[in-house]
């Protein structure tokens, strides 16, 4: 089974250029492949991808649009927007972001990806809407959905829905490493606080 490495922190913090520069650098000599769930699922409401129908890609629209989490129920969508990541070239290591972000689903990632070790990006919240303001990660360009309210809301769903996905995983025994993130924190220094904690 392949390996996986998964970001977890609230929305703002970094995870998607995190994510990317661990796929263009890799980690400890390992290549690694982005899997953006947000990214993905925004490529499906747009009609991306062959294998999604227009239903399906009204429903990603409407997830999408309400800032709500993919619930047990829907895991055969969120399975088979991985699944076609996964088929659609090789690596060594997967980098998950936005998936999974609550337990139940962590539980469903399982039986596909062996989460070896979890990168928590701890920010407070001053601190993300600052980032945001700021682009700091230079990701949030042309983003609809980052007005205060919608932020804040996401800020409350991530608090009570995914970072209990961190005591999922370290009863696992998996390897937290936790990252603190401030308002000029780049993704370069997270990777070289990871290079450094990881070793």
Known sequence: MMDAILLIGPTGAGKTPLGDLLERKGLHGRACRHFDFGRELRRVATGGGREFDAEEAAFVRRILDKGALLEDEHWPLAEKVLRRFLAAGASERIVLNGLPRHVGQARRIDGLLDVRMVVHLDCPVETILERIRRNTG???????????????????????????LLDHYRAAGGAIIPIAVGADTTPRDMLAWLKHDTQ
């Open 138 to 164: 230079g990701d949030r360009a042309g983003r609809a959905d980052d007005d205060a309210q919608a932020v804040r809301a996401r800020l409350a769903t991530y608090a009570a829905r995914t970072a209990p």
